[in-house]
């Protein structure tokens, strides 16, 4: 008798969760919105941006026209046109919506410095720089590398010795450090502090 009424019980609560869970679909606390009016705004037709890439590539090309054959360099276009538009075929955005912008070209020329005069970047070796030589010479002691100094005895690993090496300045190791343009200069390790 109990199990019918525990039963009567919950079927009874189920409905009601029921009836509760449908009425909440039509919410008495929502606020209704009135339909919208047409707004009467007017709106200006979108402006389409400057090609920019196109006005520099003929620049570059017309310069370049002079130096070399006219075959050349309608190949050359076909080419560049190919290009452009694989390049805007990949991006969703419509085409007049893409800018592209072409490479620039800059050949490194090395700084030759007179005497040991450090002309790019600070006159020390940087953390960054002193991590990859460590690491790097650390490989070659664990690789069989023979050691440039004396072992001493509480030098245990490839680590300690490759850093020893270098504050020893027995490494002949030379860093290039690069500028934007283009402009490097090749310092012996031993140069830096």
């Given at each position: 008798?109990?199990?019918?009424?525990?039963?009567?019980?919950?079927?009874?609560?189920?409905?009601v969760f029921l009836v509760v869970k449908s009425s909440s679909k039509s919410n008495p606390h929502k606020k209704t919105t009135q339909p919208k009016q047409k707004s009467t705004r007017v709106t200006k037709p979108k402006q389409k941006p400057a090609k920019k890439a196109t006005s520099d590539r003929s620049k570059v090309n017309s310069r370049n026209a002079s130096k070399r054959s006219p075959v050349k360099?309608?190949?050359?276009?076909?080419?560049?046109?190919?290009?452009?538009?694989?390049?805007?075929?990949?991006?969703?955005?419509?085409?007049?919506?893409?800018?592209?912008?072409?490479?620039?070209?800059?050949?490194?020329?090395?700084?030759?410095?007179?005497?040991?005069?450090?002309?790019?970047?600070?006159p020390s070796l940087t953390r960054f720089e002193r991590a990859r030589i460590t690491g790097a010479r650390s490989l070659q002691l664990s690789l069989g590398a023979p050691a440039l100094l004396k072992i001493p005895e509480e030098i245990k690993d490839s680590v300690a010795l490759a850093s020893l090496e270098l504050y020893a300045k027995a490494l002949p190791i030379s860093i290039r450090r690069v500028l934007p343009n283009g402009m490097y200069q090749d310092i012996p390790a031993n140069w830096l502090n």
């Amino acid at each position: 008798m109990q199990n019918s009424q525990h039963l009567i019980i919950y079927l009874l609560s189920f409905a009601v969760f029921l009836v509760v869970k449908s009425s909440s679909k039509s919410n008495p606390h929502k606020k209704t919105t009135q339909p919208k009016q047409k707004s009467t705004r007017v709106t200006k037709p979108k402006q389409k941006p400057a090609k920019k890439a196109t006005s520099d590539r003929s620049k570059v090309n017309s310069r370049n026209a002079s130096k070399r054959s006219p075959v050349k360099t309608l190949v050359e276009r076909k080419t560049d046109q190919q290009e452009r538009s694989q390049e805007i075929k990949k991006s969703s955005r419509p085409e007049d919506e893409v800018v592209t912008y072409t490479e620039i070209d800059f050949q490194l020329r090395e700084i030759i410095p007179s005497g040991k005069q450090v002309l790019v970047g600070p006159p020390s070796l940087t953390r960054f720089e002193r991590a990859r030589i460590t690491g790097a010479r650390s490989l070659q002691l664990s690789l069989g590398a023979p050691a440039l100094l004396k072992i001493p005895e509480e030098i245990k690993d490839s680590v300690a010795l490759a850093s020893l090496e270098l504050y020893a300045k027995a490494l002949p190791i030379s860093i290039r450090r690069v500028l934007p343009n283009g402009m490097y200069q090749d310092i012996p390790a031993n140069w830096l502090n």
